[in-house]
């Protein structure tokens, strides 16, 4: 299975920093850290995608939400192409 596209769309609220792209030495550019010869995933493999969210405001006194509330973070976007072969 190849992904094309792994974006992550926050709601309004908070900033992200994506820690899935790597620094780029030749420009200013950031690449990705699943392209290239490893952006093909092999059957049962797993992979972790990590996106560092904190909020645009803060406050002193912190907010206090009630146990079992959803908090809205944001959507996570998938599109992958699974090749088809026959055997």
């Known amino acids: 299975m190849w992904f094309e596209r792994m974006e992550f769309d926050w709601a309004d609220g908070w900033n992200v920093a994506d820690a899935n792209k790597l620094p780029s030495a030749d420009d200013d550019d ?12 092999q059957p049962q493999a ?3 995608y990590i996106y560092i969210l904190t909020p645009t405001s803060s406050s002193s006194f912190p907010v ?3 146990v079992g509330s959803v908090i809205p ?4 976007g ?6 088809l072969a026959v055997y």
Do not use: E, K, T, Y
């Open 30 to 41: 950031n690449h990705r850290l699943f392209s290239g010869s490893i952006a093909l995933m």
């Open 46 to 48: 797993i992979r972790q």
């Open 64 to 66: 206090v939400h009630p």
């Open 73 to 76: 973070l944001g959507r996570h």
């Open 78 to 83: 998938v599109v992958s192409l699974v090749s």
